[in-house]
């Protein structure tokens, strides 16, 4: 798998990286297991997590397989600290709070003790890169920017970044700290970063690792002829954002997919990936896969060279 540079800075990436967000839940242990030796088999590297992340779960998974599974050394482990649980809340099952249910705290107390509780779960001294996972309004920004130079002196992060932050956002911080990267929601269904993000992710040398870059699943194409009654947007509350973007657009995009993807004689994910994966600052992309399966297929849109043509078209149809 190609490697590739996070903006202007050592850290390289498989431009393709795993999300770890439904591990605990949708994935198993064992599945999480094969999917990480696949990745890792594959070419990949860059593997992301989150303590809040089905409540922690993922992150503990992970940290099982660390080294066990797979050597430390072969993976560029992602995490980020920042989220609170909000208290007194738990899933329908009486377990944790789900990472729908945590609140914004980048205090320096709450991003130190988080990233020394990642480090301890993962059984490693450092993270490659690790994330402010949120803008906090609450708290002073250069507190959180000397906290974040104060982690990297420390080596216990060889490089730092931000999650979720508008174009100013990124612009004020990249002013006060040293972001190598930014993740973000970034697709052929969400390309609003294209108005402000990207000019200032490329201005200040950050590499842009887009996040849910199939919209939920939308741009597979499984939702073209409803809801599937497995299908997370079947879920009465996970899924009712992911339905309000069933809409003309996203047919027409998706509709776009269906007819690259015959032609090319591959899927509509793969195409879909393809697509975020070459636009400009995006140094990688973040996908997550419920089983080995899925991961198969995400795995195939590596070797997936879009033809100028095919690519243009899709920039054109999901603009509209």
Same mark, same amino acid.
């Given at each position: 798998?190609?490697?590739?540079?996070?903006?202007?800075?050592?850290?390289?990436? #498989? %431009? &393709?990286?795993?999300?770890?967000?439904?591990?605990?839940?949708?994935?198993?242990?064992?599945?999480?297991?094969?999917?990480?030796?696949?990745?890792?088999?594959?070419?990949?590297? =860059?593997?992301?997590?989150?303590?809040?992340?089905?409540?922690?779960?993922?992150?503990?998974?992970?940290?099982?397989?660390?080294?066990?599974?797979? $050597?430390?050394?072969? =993976?560029?482990? #992602?995490?980020?600290?920042?989220?609170?649980?909000?208290?007194?809340?738990?899933?329908?099952?009486?377990?944790?709070?789900?990472?729908?249910?945590?609140?914004?705290?980048?205090?320096?107390?709450?991003?130190?003790?988080?990233?020394?509780?990642?480090?301890?779960?993962?059984?490693?001294?450092?993270?490659?890169?690790?994330?402010?996972?949120?803008?906090? $309004?609450?708290?002073? =920004?250069?507190?959180? @920017?000397?906290?974040?130079?104060? !982690?990297?002196?420390?080596?216990?992060?060889?490089?730092?970044?931000?999650?979720?932050?508008?174009?100013?956002?990124?612009?004020?911080?990249?002013?006060?700290? $040293?972001?190598?990267?930014?993740?973000?929601?970034? #697709?052929?269904?969400?390309?609003?970063?294209?108005?402000?993000?990207?000019?200032?992710?490329?201005?200040?040398?950050?590499?842009?690792?887009?996040?849910?870059?199939?919209?939920?699943? &939308?741009?597979?194409?499984?939702?073209?002829?409803?809801?599937?009654?497995?299908?997370?947007?079947?879920?009465?509350?996970? *899924?009712?954002?992911?339905?309000?973007?069933?809409?003309?657009?996203?047919?027409?995009?998706?509709? !776009?997919?269906?007819?690259?993807?015959?032609?090319?004689?591959?899927?509509?994910?793969?195409?879909?990936?393809?697509?975020?994966?070459?636009?400009?600052?995006?140094?990688?992309?973040?996908?997550?896969?419920?089983?080995?399966?899925?991961? @198969? *297929? &995400?795995?195939?849109?590596? @070797?997936?060279?879009?033809?100028?043509? &095919?690519?243009?078209?899709?920039?054109?149809?999901? %603009?509209?």
């Amino acid at each position: 798998m190609e490697q590739r540079a996070v903006g202007r800075s050592g850290l390289r990436v #498989s %431009r &393709i990286g795993l999300a770890t967000h439904t591990w605990g839940k949708e994935t198993d242990a064992e599945d999480a297991s094969a999917q990480l030796v696949a990745f890792v088999e594959a070419g990949g590297t =860059l593997v992301d997590t989150s303590p809040a992340y089905q409540g922690g779960a993922a992150q503990r998974i992970l940290g099982t397989l660390v080294d066990e599974i797979v $050597p430390r050394g072969d =993976l560029v482990l #992602s995490g980020c600290a920042g989220l609170a649980p909000v208290p007194g809340i738990t899933d329908p099952a009486g377990g944790p709070a789900s990472d729908l249910h945590w609140t914004v705290d980048a205090s320096r107390r709450t991003l130190l003790r988080q990233l020394d509780h990642t480090l301890a779960e993962l059984g490693t001294d450092h993270l490659d890169l690790w994330s402010v996972a949120a803008w906090d $309004p609450l708290t002073p =920004l250069e507190e959180i @920017t000397a906290t974040v130079e104060d !982690a990297v002196r420390s080596g216990k992060v060889r490089y730092a970044g931000v999650r979720g932050l508008s174009a100013w956002q990124l612009a004020t911080f990249a002013a006060g700290a $040293p972001i190598t990267a930014a993740q973000h929601p970034y #697709s052929l269904l969400a390309r609003g970063p294209e108005r402000d993000l990207v000019p200032a992710a490329h201005h200040h040398g950050v590499g842009l690792i887009a996040t849910t870059a199939l919209a939920g699943g &939308i741009l597979t194409g499984k939702y073209r002829d409803g809801v599937p009654a497995d299908s997370r947007g079947a879920d009465e509350t996970a *899924g009712a954002e992911l339905r309000d973007h069933l809409d003309e657009h996203a047919a027409r995009v998706v509709d !776009a997919l269906v007819t690259a993807a015959d032609g090319l004689g591959t899927s509509p994910l793969a195409v879909a990936l393809a697509w975020i994966r070459d636009r400009p600052t995006v140094a990688g992309l973040i996908v997550g896969a419920r089983d080995i399966g899925q991961l @198969t *297929g &995400i795995l195939a849109a590596e @070797t997936l060279e879009l033809p100028r043509a &095919i690519a243009a078209a899709l920039d054109d149809v999901s %603009r509209g």
